[in-house]
Every structure is written in structure tokens, then in C-alpha cells.
């Protein structure tokens, strides 16, 4: 082969890991728009709007919607080109991941509204610590866009960034048997009670898979550097 074509080979290669890099940037976006809506959704129904509460779980379905739209895309992306096996499946092991950050949120989003339909009332320092935990996931999700967007670079401030990560989950996950106690030791009925812990559950598990997405980071990030 010679060396115009083994240039031009590796033009397509650099354009495609941009194209897929530039997606994964969209598409973390798109998930962190989720975490966005359904903390502005816990804030108004602390300060007693459902009615803004239920807009903004309206916007947080069009960004699940947008996400998956772009993970579709991102993975018919790199189903064709220049990544390797193991690349590809690595990749789209990562969007499909992310992915499921927003599905979480989704799931919150519809034990919110299900609150809102069936009339179940939780305290107001109920929907405080929720508001605060999710406050807490929109910066672990904001940490993990930081380190998509050096992913692509020399990798500068990686690790802060994947670290930053993990001592947001950790403040999550400690958190979680204080809002627990506070759900089961509140006077609210079993409906209250149970769609409470669903959404607590809802919000654990996507800090748990956001924390799991910056682990892939790190792995992908210094396999290429081998």
C-alpha cells in the first residue's frame, strides 16, 4: 500500500474518532439535560407547583427521547469504519451505559408524576433531600462530561475528573440511608411511602451507573495509551 493511502486511511480513521467523540459529547449532554430537568422538577414540588413540576418532567421525557435518538446514531457509527473489535464493543459498552443514566432519571421522572396523578403526599423535607441528592448527581454527571471531553485530548485532568466522580456517588450513596429513614419514619401513607423509595432507588442507581461510566473512562483512556 503506499504511503498517499496509508495517509488517507488514517485521515478517515482520525475523522471517524472525531465524529464519535463529538457524539459522545451530544449524548452526554442529552443525559445530563435529564438530570437538569428532574432536579428542577424535585425544586418545584418542594416549593409546592406540580403544575412546573410536571413541565419539567415533560422536558426531561424529550431529552430520554433526544439521548436515545443519539445513541442509536452513535452506534451505527461505530458498527462501520475504522475502530477495532474490541474498540467498538468498549465504546458502545460506554454509550449504551450513559444511556442508562437517563433512563434512570426517567424512572424517577415517572414516580414524580405518578405523586402528582394519584394525589400522594410527601413532606416537604422529603422533597428537600431528594432535591439535594439530585443536585448532588447533576455534578457527578457533569464531571463525567469533563472527562468525555479530555478523553479526546492528552488527558490532562482525567483523573480529577473521573475522582471528582466518584466522591459525588459516595456522597450519594451516603446520603441513602438518611433519605430512607427520613421516607420510612415520615407520616405518609403506603403510597406515598412506596413511590418515595421507588424514586430514591431510581436516583441511587443512576449515581451508581455514572460512577460506573467514569470506571470506563479510565479504562479506555490508558488502554490506548498501552
Request: glycine share 8%; aromatic share 4%; charged share 25%.
Amino acid at each position: 500500500m503506499s504511503e498517499d493511502a496509508k495517509g488517507l486511511l488514517g485521515w478517515f480513521g482520525k475523522r471517524k474518532e472525531d465524529v464519535i467523540q463529538n457524539g459522545m459529547r451530544a449524548h452526554a449532554l442529552s443525559v445530563l439535560d435529564c438530570v437538569t430537568e428532574l432536579g428542577a422538577a424535585m425544586r418545584c414540588m418542594e416549593n409546592g407547583d406540580g403544575q412546573a413540576a410536571l413541565k419539567a418532567i415533560e422536558r426531561l421525557y424529550a431529552s430520554e427521547h433526544e439521548a436515545d435518538a443519539l445513541e442509536d446514531s452513535l452506534c451505527n457509527q461505530m458498527s462501520i469504519g475504522e475502530l477495532g473489535p474490541q474498540e467498538r464493543e468498549d465504546f458502545m459498552h460506554f454509550v449504551k451505559k450513559t444511556d442508562s443514566i437517563a433512563n434512570w432519571c426517567k424512572e424517577a421522572a415517572i414516580h414524580l408524576q405518578l405523586v402528582l396523578d394519584t394525589g400522594a403526599a410527601i413532606p416537604i423535607n422529603v422533597w428537600g433531600m431528594f432535591s439535594s441528592t439530585v443536585s448532588d448527581l447533576e455534578s457527578e454527571v457533569n464531571g463525567l462530561m469533563n472527562a468525555i471531553k479530555v478523553l479526546g485530548t492528552d488527558g490532562v485532568g482525567i483523573d480529577e475528573c473521573i475522582q471528582g466522580v466518584k466522591d459525588q456517588e459516595r456522597r450519594i450513596d451516603a446520603a441513602y440511608m438518611s433519605v430512607m429513614k427520613e421516607i420510612l419514619t415520615a407520616d405518609m401513607d403506603h403510597k406515598a411511602v412506596i413511590l418515595s423509595l421507588r424514586m430514591l432507588d431510581s436516583l441511587e442507581e443512576a449515581a451508581d451507573t455514572c460512577k460506573g461510566c467514569a470506571d470506563t473512562i479510565n479504562i479506555l483512556f490508558y488502554a490506548k495509551r498501552v
